[in-house]
């Protein structure tokens, strides 16, 4: 994985990709709790790759690989890593059942904890999720938007919006 992230300033992602494959190969093979967590590393590594050489629809199928190891070991802060990484590249056009992907990002993080929703940047997901979501339920709207105001600020949506606008004029965002 070091070795990988060294070789991304260079641009040798043919090398990249076989050194993750070897490691998701040898760490696939281990069922360890410290495994898990090396394969959900390397699943983000792996993608960031492919989303760095806009092989976008690579890039989003290693982040719901990471997605969906993380729920099956019950690891609800990777899995909401995962989305955010996921959702920061993904629009409705270029990724199938993406409405589904922001309801169960959305839900997965729900249930943690304010703290840990602001160290994961959980406002990102929410603001995606209220947008997709609000006009069923404006209880919901309301009751989602006075939990962000609580962890990120009055601002937050503002703070959000900028930051996707950000985002969608630089195609490496996640690197």
Request: charged share 25%.
């Amino acid at each position: 994985i070091i070795y990988a992230g060294f070789l991304l300033n260079f641009s040798q992602f043919d090398l990249i990709d076989k050194f993750l494959n070897k490691g998701i190969r040898i760490v696939s093979s281990e069922e360890k709790e410290e495994s898990t967590m090396l394969l959900l590393q390397f699943y983000t590594m792996k993608g960031t790759a492919y989303n760095i050489q806009n092989e976008t629809e690579k890039a989003m199928g290693s982040f719901i690989e990471q997605i969906t190891l993380a729920k099956e070991k019950n690891i609800p802060f990777a899995q909401i890593q995962g989305y955010l990484y996921l959702l920061m590249i993904a629009t409705p056009s270029n990724l199938q059942n993406y409405k589904l992907h922001v309801k169960n990002a959305y839900q997965c993080g729900i249930e943690l904890d304010d703290e840990m929703l602001k160290s994961l940047n959980f406002g990102f997901i929410a603001d995606i999720y209220l947008e997709q979501w609000a006009s069923e339920s404006q209880t919901l709207f309301y009751e989602m938007s006075e939990r962000m105001e609580r962890i990120y600020g009055e601002d937050w949506k503002n703070t959000i919006k900028e930051t996707r606008l950000t985002m969608k004029n630089n195609k490496n965002v996640v690197s």
